[in-house]
């Protein structure tokens, strides 16, 4: 595999087979596909910040953990090796900068790069793609046959944060997880963490040890229940068989168990309910305030809330936590003053209040010289863009570890781009032929409030497969990995007379 270097908006710019964009986990792994499945194509990698890791690097604060096991969320290619089942942050960026440099991916990155713009030319059958170098104020520009957009889903510059009133008049600091300060010290703090999700859960049992006080003040409870923070099976097995067996059985068993959990909470959803419940009872004991931890809504309505060895419900059982159900009212000067007239006192308040959408980066997509906003647009298989040739957007799942859903699309673009080179094709174009959006966005019927806020923001759902996104391990896995590429829906062109596809196909 190749790389290639582009000069500042230079028209002659060298170009690539395959321009990706992003170097988080869905970056990363495309290209770690793309060196195995399709060695011989160029490669180049577009990075906005200074590092490998996207969200692993963008986020520090305090417990930072994957929501997910390590042993599913790893990549297939090259399986999650230790027996800690949640990752800390740290321990995450340094197995994809590790993945990286096995794969000699970290050198085809160019850092420091805002991706402005991406325009596909129907006469060159190139995409251009605009960049910003953030350092230096000069933009410069790459030049790919296909692009895949893999920068996750959410704006890197902010979070999201309400409209909370008063909140110029509080004295204490508030502080956005996402924008974490490197030096903070909150020894001897008062904290509210305000908030229900998996930040939160994480962050009110981190600071617990140091801080004061902390209190985590939510509109509404989520679901929460705890996991094995050490794989104890696996720590047997590996005393009985070959490491790499014993690391393929526990993907293997992780999958199938948040299958079960997810499945099962859509057809039995009271049972499921009873058993998440029932195990919140067990660690906080017999006298516990259920109300905190009792949602309105059915479990994976949104997503559920894991934490490892229970150490949520071990900080409010030992009393350095506690957890709020309540509105606020107004920020004080001093703290928060909510609805039911109680008051919280504060040297810090954290808002775990989720992530602002965005696709894309950001960027403008233009296609034949035409704007193409995302949110008036299909997927096709969740991959490809309706009516956008040579693009895939990868997006992981959101009722499983991201990560399998990433390595499917990843698996799927490299079969595609083989199908095509075969064939002596040169563009890939997804026609819905009839098929009309609905209302429904990419993330289908999950209530959790980042996906109420995208609406205008996120691709639309088709009514039927494959314009349909199904959010099924197993369907995903068969419809990706085994179906024709060729199905009536893919409009190819075939390769001109001397492009560089055809001179290949001739040697």
């Not at 896995?477 to 060729?486: K, N, Q, S």
Request: net charge positive.
């Amino acid at each position: 595999m190749t790389q290639a270097t582009a000069s500042p908006s230079s028209p002659t710019s060298p170009i690539v087979d395959v321009l990706i964009i992003g170097a988080g986990l869905s970056g990363v792994g495309m290209a770690c596909h793309l060196k195995r499945e399709c060695p011989d194509k160029s490669l180049l990698i577009l990075e906005r910040r200074k590092t490998i890791g996207g969200t692993w690097d963008l986020f520090r604060y305090p417990g930072i953990r994957s929501d997910s096991d390590m042993f599913t969320f790893g990549f297939k290619f090259r399986p999650w090796n230790e027996l800690k089942v949640l990752a800390d942050g740290p321990s995450i960026r340094q197995y994809v900068n590790d993945t990286a440099r096995e794969y000699g991916i970290d050198r085809m990155i160019r850092f420091g790069l805002k991706t402005t713009r991406m325009e596909w030319s129907d006469a060159q059958r190139l995409w251009t793609v605009t960049a910003l170098d953030e350092a230096s104020g000069q933009t410069q520009q790459y030049r790919a046959r296909y692009l895949v957009g893999a920068t996750g889903y959410y704006n890197y510059d902010r979070g999201y944060e309400p409209a909370f009133p008063g909140r110029e008049r509080f004295q204490g600091q508030v502080i956005h997880p996402q924008h974490w300060p490197e030096s903070l010290d909150y020894r001897g703090k008062r904290i509210v963490v305000i908030g229900s999700g998996a930040t939160a859960v994480t962050l009110v049992p981190a600071m617990a040890d140091q801080a004061a006080s902390v209190t985590m003040l939510q509109r509404s409870p989520s679901y929460v229940f705890s996991v094995p923070g050490y794989d104890q099976l696996s720590a047997v097995l590996l005393k009985l068989l070959p490491r790499q067996w014993v690391f393929s059985l526990a993907r293997q068993r992780n999958i199938v168990v948040q299958r079960w959990i997810y499945l099962a909470s859509q057809r039995w959803p009271a049972q499921v309910r009873r058993w998440l419940l029932s195990g919140v009872r067990r660690q906080l004991g017999p006298n516990a305030d259920m109300s905190h931890f009792t949602p309105r809504y059915n479990p994976w309505e949104e997503r559920l809330c894991a934490v490892p060895d229970a150490d949520l419900f071990k900080a409010i059982r030992s009393g350095k936590a506690r957890v709020v159900t309540d509105q606020i009212e107004t920020f004080t000067e001093t703290g928060i003053q909510l609805k039911s007239g109680a008051v919280l006192d504060a040297d810090i308040i954290v808002t775990a209040t989720g992530l602002q959408v965005q696709m894309l980066g950001g960027a403008e997509l233009v296609v034949g010289g035409k704007p193409q906003p995302l949110n008036q647009l299909m997927t096709y298989k969740s991959v490809l863009v309706q009516d956008v040739p040579n693009m895939a957007v990868i997006f992981g799942y959101t009722n499983a570890p991201w990560t399998l859903k990433a390595d499917l699309a990843s698996e799927y673009i490299c079969r595609l781009l083989k199908h095509m080179d075969s064939r002596g094709l040169a563009v890939a174009t997804p026609r819905p032929h009839g098929e009309q959006p609905v209302e429904e966005t990419i993330f289908g019927a999950l209530g959790s409030g980042y996906v109420k806020r995208a609406q205008a923001v996120l691709p639309k759902q088709g009514h039927d497969v494959p314009w349909r996104v199904l959010h099924h391990f197993e369907r995903d896995t068969v419809m990706l990995r085994d179906e024709p590429i060729e199905d009536g829906l893919l409009e190819f062109e075939p390769a001109r007379t001397g492009s560089a596809t055809a001179a290949r196909m001739a040697a």
